[in-house]
Nanobody
Framework: VQLQASGGGLVQAGGSLRLSCAASGRTFEHYGMGWFRQAPEKGREFVAAITWSSGRTYYDNSVKGRFTISKDTAGNIVYLQLNNLKPGDTAVYYC?????????????????WGQGTQVTVSS
């Protein structure tokens, strides 16, 4: 399994970005797909997740209403739309894949990780 994250960049507060995660190497039915982020000197924290088969979504409270996770099943791509960005959203964003459902907000349970894409929000 390979995950390729892209779409990060530098944006002013209040701006938007769309991150993409291209997944390959197998079919992802019954997988959970997540986005996590890690700021300097902080641990990796959950942002959002989506179940591949049903499309059910989950969000951390800090991004609910501002970020949207979605998927393109045919293209094997998971997106994270980031709106109304704040300086506190600055981090490296990682996409990840989990072989089964259940707990989707804990990075320990994910099996595969992409390389990360930097999001920097200036004030």
């Amino acid at each position: 399994v390979q995950l390729q994250a892209s779409g990060g960049g530098l944006v002013q507060a209040g701006g938007s970005l769309r991150l993409s995660c291209a997944a390959s190497g197998r079919t992802f039915e019954h997988y959970g797909m997540g986005w996590f982020r890690q700021a300097p000197e902080k641990g990796r924290e959950f942002v959002a997740a989506i179940t591949w088969s049903s499309g059910r979504t989950y969000y951390d409270n800090s991004v609910k209403g501002r970020f949207t996770i979605s998927k393109d099943t045919a293209g094997n791509i998971v997106y994270l739309q980031l709106n109304n960005l704040k300086p506190g959203d600055t981090a490296v964003y990682y996409c990840a894949a989990k072989k089964s459902l259940g707990t989707l907000n804990y990075p320990y349970y994910y099996n595969y990780w992409g390389q990360g894409t930097q999001v920097t929000v200036s004030s």
